[in-house]
């Protein structure tokens, strides 16, 4: 079995400045690593994805990721977040049998003007 | 574009009702899921489905039973609703040799 703590329930921060959400997973096996985001009144949307190779990956608006195997982590950041990307944010990982994906308890950015 | 579609944005069932929370996906998948999501838990597994007529709890079925009859949809029911079952309900779907799950946008359920 695994589970993934999100280490910080709320993370405010005003526009143009860097954000880190943490992300740690425990798990027996290996495993593959998402990061999804849901606006409000929105479903889940995948932000971003490690399954092999590089351990640093990156979204298309401008997040990215790096997956730390020996620290257990997936750590979402951005140099410079905007109002847009106010949002909650959901870190899970999926063993590499691929059957159930396991959540985090979520981070909500509030990004203040 | 691919996608999963819930039935109903917004539910208020009263206690004790049998509730139908219905989710179609046009994608051809065979693996479906619940997932309830509630302040500060993130998303827990109700229950999956990897073929029709196939299902499998999760982690937290007590409360809930699904139903697959085709392999489009995927049902969740609730046999007597109570007022801890009001959350948002997520239903999500995969290709079996895939990780790449697709959401519905989701169903607030309240139960009065």
């Known amino acids: 079995a695994q589970s993934v703590t999100q280490l910080d329930s709320q993370v405010p921060v005003f526009e143009e400045a860097p954000v880190e959400l943490r992300c740690n997973y425990s798990?027996?096996?290996?495993?593959?690593l998402f990061w999804y985001v849901q606006y409000p009144n929105q479903g889940l949307q995948l932000l971003l994805k490690?399954?092999?190779?590089?351990?640093l990956v990156e979204s298309i608006n401008g997040f990215e990721a790096e997956f730390n195997k020996s620290q257990t982590s997936f750590h979402l950041r951005k140099p410079s977040v905007h109002i847009s990307d106010t949002a909650e944010y959901f870190c899970a990982v999926v063993d590499n049998a691929g059957n159930m994906l396991t959540f985090g308890g979520g981070t909500r950015l509030m990004v203040k003007p | 574009d691919v996608k999963v579609t819930q039935s109903s944005r917004y539910l208020v069932k009263r206690t004790g009702e049998k509730v139908f929370l219905e989710c179609v996906q046009d994608m051809d998948h065979e693996n479906m899921f619940w997932y309830r999501q509630d302040p500060g838990l993130g998303l827990r597994l109700i229950y999956f489905?990897?073929?029709?007529?196939?299902?499998e709890k999760g982690d937290i079925p007590e409360g809930y039973s699904v139903s697959r009859e085709k392999k489009e949809r995927f049902s969740l029911i609730l046999e007597s609703a109570s007022t801890n079952q009001t959350s948002m309900y997520l239903c999500?779907?995969?290709?079996?040799?895939?990780?790449?799950?697709?959401f519905g946008s989701g169903t607030r359920l309240t139960v009065v």
């Open positions: 999500a779907s995969r290709e079996r040799v895939s990780y790449g799950y697709t």
């Open positions: 489905s990897y073929d029709v007529k196939m299902k």
């Open positions: 490690y399954l092999s190779g590089s351990t």
């Open positions: 798990s027996s096996v290996s495993v593959y």
